[in-house]
């Protein structure tokens, strides 16, 4: 079983920004592509971004431009750094891989006030 742990998560306002990060319990190289989701009450969770191990990216239409990801193997984490944070942004953040098994980290919550 691959373990993952988010942080960063926190309260900002509107137009602000927060990192967060995705701590895998192996290296990142065993780890194939790493994506996050958000979910709010009520809600089922929606997917944000990906990232593979060659560093190819994608993002949800909502946060494109706005949210990158980025790798690092040494560190075995992926930080999600999230610009420009709106209101809608507000969720709980969870990391996810299926390589080399299914995982998901508890979540972090994200509060973007107005």
């Known amino acids: 079983q691959v373990q993952l742990v988010e942080s960063g998560g926190g309260l900002v306002q509107a137009g602000g920004s927060l990192r967060l990060s995705c701590v895998a319990s192996?290296?990142?190289?065993?780890?194939?592509?790493i994506a996050w989701y958000r979910q709010v009450p009520g809600k089922q969770r929606e997917f944000v971004a990906s990232?593979?191990?060659?560093?190819?990216?994608s993002y949800a239409d909502s946060v494109k431009g706005r949210f990158t990801l980025s790798r690092d193997n040494l560190d075995n984490k992926v930080n999600l750094q999230m610009n420009s944070l709106k209101p809608e942004d507000t969720a709980v953040y969870y990391c996810?891989?299926?390589?080399?098994?299914?995982?998901w980290g508890q979540g972090t919550q994200v509060t973007v006030s107005s």
């Open positions: 192996i290296r990142m190289r065993e780890i194939g592509p």
């Open positions: 996810q891989t299926t390589m080399p098994f299914e995982s």
């Open positions: 990232i593979t191990r060659g560093r190819y990216t």
